[in-house]
Nanobody, 126 residues
Framework: QVQLVESGGGLVQAGGSLRLSCAAS????????MAWFRQAPGKEREFVAA????????YYADSVKGRFTISRVNAKNTVYLQMNSLRPEDTAVYYC???????????????????WGQGTQVTVSS
């Protein structure tokens, strides 16, 4: 079955950086778009960034555009989220996700994704 395992979260001061990783297994990684969502306490899960199956297309939430970069290395079955200039409002559990359909267009809604990792906590102190 499909498994997604996130790592790289932690505590960082405002203005700092973190890089999240998500290792995927269970199917041909390079056929599927990947995305990151996040969920802060008391809030709904929200879209952060997505990358196409080929890696040539990316899409970001306005709140992270210019600060976060999503990338993937298909040979390593891994997707990354480089987070720079972190702010306290970036504090959340970050989830790696992928959909069941291969070679699809980039999607940004929670319900459009089928597989989820367990999440990794990112805490940004002011």
């Amino acid at each position: 079955q499909v498994q997604l395992v996130e790592s790289g979260g932690g505590l960082v001061q405002a203005g700092g950086s973190l890089r999240l990783s998500c290792a995927a297994s269970g199917r041909t990684f390079s056929n599927y778009d990947m995305a990151w969502f996040r969920q802060a306490p008391g809030k709904e899960r929200e879209f952060v960034a997505a990358i196409s199956w080929s890696g040539t297309g990316t899409y970001y939430a306005d709140s992270v555009k210019g600060r976060f970069t999503i990338s993937r290395v298909n040979a390593k079955n891994t997707v990354y989220l480089q987070m720079n200039s972190l702010r306290p409002e970036d504090t959340a559990v970050y989830y790696c996700t992928s959909e069941a359909r291969p070679f699809g267009p980039i999607r940004v809604k929670v319900y459009e994704y089928d597989y989820w990792g367990q999440g990794t906590q990112v805490t940004v102190s002011s």
